[in-house]
């Protein structure tokens, strides 16, 4: 096992590989931006190091410089956590021509399916199910057109290099394919150096279900079952569970041997994740595979009964993974909500600011990740995601209750943030059915950021609770808003089913005596 580590990151990921480390007996060296001096990822590793200020692009991006750091410490390997240089092939490369060990995939596996062409080709030849559509660029309109004749429209155009949905467009009518075409090509360059477009046939109203990969350096490969990440906003996902309501026992065996064979193809070690669309008739399609640790890990984490991070390292220590394919059945349900610094009844515009107070939910099954304390200051140098609320549960609709109850039990001041609008999709009979797909979210999205009251009602709300409040303090006994009617008592061992378990007295009386 190595000695020491590199944490090639910041925030809630840092701070979760720090935490695996730390279990593993392993020292840990955390690199900062000027921005982040007093961030809890540098107070809880064993040293931390400044790397530049703080624009991303001259601190957690310098590459050659976190190498020369990691050299001089003495680390032994390179933590890249997910973002930042984490895909990118040249890095991985160049850790291992340092002679330290990248804790993630070989820079070759980085480089097959960092190319979404390269990906379809190499899916094809290990006889993985892909959308139908073409594996090379696209020439031009005229030769669009024809492909997009022989599987008729709708199509998506793509980008070669692409990725996050960026130089994609959905055509149609053949009318629309020359202009879509030269304007998916235009945002193809600006985003990625490279404006090769390729094209497939448009699936309608499909989930996007991915599949947790996991491999060491002797030949085995796992799958550790699926993800559902269809409840997402602009290619963000919002939140994750597993397992999905639409994968049963026999679709998972199957969807998991082809996430295995794609893998192999690509000569993966490490943890992976491929990712497919699921249709409504259960097809299933490989997109492409994710060569990092993933934000939402943690519910496959839970369901599993293991520490993917401690197997990252682990297997990049050269270890072969002790299980086999049969120790990976889902056991209950797991569900996250990522708490991003967004104002959702402002569009999600980003919300900054000092964090003036923070109480974070605890109790049964509930897992908070995240990269914030009391007094962080939230800037805009960053991604908006500040935390990871994680629960666990027997059954879905147990999860939701616990995540209902969990979301209420934590509160930040200070800036926005996503926590009222993830109570709203707990609270939504549609999500509770668990009949989504990757466009739910953004139709359903007037209906969960709609002011639930007018100014005047809520104003007497505030008015109202803030009565309840101080009258509870200064009586010096609890009244229990429960018996005087306007508490929202839940049966025990019952998920609550639609309206909100708690009351705004329920809420006033909790949030009244916190602060005093
Ligand atoms: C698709 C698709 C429908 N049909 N491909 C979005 C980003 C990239 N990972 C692939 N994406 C999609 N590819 C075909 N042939 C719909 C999407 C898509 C999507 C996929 C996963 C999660 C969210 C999404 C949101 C919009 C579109």
């Given amino acids: 096992m190595f000695k020491k580590i590199l944490v090639a990151n910041r925030g809630e990921i840092a701070l979760r590989v720090i935490r695996a480390c730390q279990e593993l007996g392993v020292k840990t060296v955390a690199v900062y931006s000027e921005a982040d001096a007093s961030a809890p990822h540098v107070r809880e590793a064993d040293e931390a190091v400044l790397v530049g200020p703080p624009p991303s692009s001259q601190s957690y991006l310098v590459g050659e410089r976190l190498i020369e750091v ?48 390269a990906a379809r080709q190499l899916a094809i030849a290990a006889g993985v199910p892909v959308v139908p559509g073409n594996t090379e660029g696209v020439k031009d309109a005229d030769e669009a057109i024809a492909i997009a004749e022989s599987y008729g429209f709708p199509v998506l155009l793509k980008a070669a290099a692409g990725g996050g949905g ?35 046939k448009y699936i309608e109203g499909p989930r996007h279900v991915e599949i947790q990969v996991l491999a060491d350096a002797h030949g085995n490969v796992l799958h550790l079952g699926e993800r559902e990440c269809s409840v997402q906003r602009r290619h963000q996902k919002m939140i994750e569970e597993a397992p999905s309501v639409a994968v049963s ?41 994710n060569t990092r640790i993933q934000v939402e890990h943690p519910v496959t984490e839970l369901v599993m009964g293991i520490d993917l991070v401690q197997w990252q390292i ?40 000092r964090i003036e107070y923070l109480h974070l939910p605890s109790g049964p099954g509930v897992r908070w990740d995240g990269g914030i304390e009391a007094g962080s200051e939230v800037g805009l140098h960053y991604d908006p995601m500040l935390a990871k609320l994680i629960v666990h549960a027997p059954t879905r609709a147990l999860a939701i209750a616990r995540m209902r109850r969990a979301l209420h039990e934590l509160t930040i001041d200070g800036i926005e943030t996503s926590r009222g609008f993830h109570l709203r999709v707990m609270n939504d009979p549609e999500f509770q059915s668990g009949d989504i797909s990757i466009q739910w979210l953004e139709q359903r999205l007037s209906k969960l950021t709609a002011p639930t009251a007018d100014l005047e009602t809520l104003r007497l709300a505030a008015i109202a609770a803030a009565l309840v409040a101080h009258e509870e303090r200064t009586a010096g006994r609890s009244a229990g808003v429960g018996s005087a009617g306007a508490g929202g008592a839940v049966p025990v061992g019952e998920a609550p089913r639609g309206g909100s378990a708690l009351t705004w007295a329920a809420v006033a009386r909790r949030e009244g005596l916190r602060h005093s």
């Avoid at 394919?177 to 304007?183: H, I, P, W």
């Avoid at 026992?249 to 497919?276: Q, S």
Wanted: glycine share 10%; aromatic share 10%.
């Fill in 70 to 117: 990691a050299k001089r410490v003495g680390a032994e390997a390179i933590h890249p956590g997910y973002g930042f240089l984490s895909e990118r092939a040249w890095f991985a490369r160049a850790v291992r021509e340092a002679g330290l060990v990248f804790i993630g995939p070989p820079a070759e596996a980085i480089e097959a399916m960092g190319s979404k062409t």
């Fill in 166 to 200: 960026k130089g994609m467009r959905i055509v149609r009518a053949r009318e629309e394919l020359a202009g879509a075409l030269e304007s998916a090509r235009r945002e193809a360059k600006n985003a990625f150096g490279d404006d090769a477009v390729y094209l497939e």
């Fill in 314 to 353: 682990r297997v990049a220590a050269g270890e072969p993974l002790p299980f086999t394919q049969k120790d990976f059945t889902p056991r209950g349900w797991a569900m996250e909500c990522r708490i991003t610094s967004e104002d959702p009844s402002n569009g999600f515009l980003p919300s900054t600011g």
């Fill in 249 to 289: 026992p026999e679709l998972r065996a199957r969807m998991g041997a082809t996430a295995v064979a794609a893998a192999r193809a690509a000569g993966y070690v490490n943890a992976g994740t491929c990712e497919f669309l699921l249709d409504r008739d259960g097809q299933y399609y490989f997109l492409e595979m």
